[in-house]
């Protein structure tokens, strides 16, 4: 497995826009993120790159758990 996000959770004060979210990516495929406006699309993207830290979950790359500290 590439990527793997488990039980990612996010919240901006009062509102939680991700709830548990897990998606696995595996070599050779490819994905599209769809939903209505205000779905969590973007601030996943945001997790995964860096830019957001998750209140909870994880993010593993090839098996490791990894912190993305930053979009760098």
Known sequence: MLLEVNDIVKSFSAVTVLHHVQLEFHSAEVHALVGENGAGKSTLM???GGIYHSDEGTV???????????AR
């Open 46 to 48: 945001k997790i995964i």
């Open 60 to 70: 593993r790359i090839d098996d490791n758990a990894v912190h993305i500290a930053n």
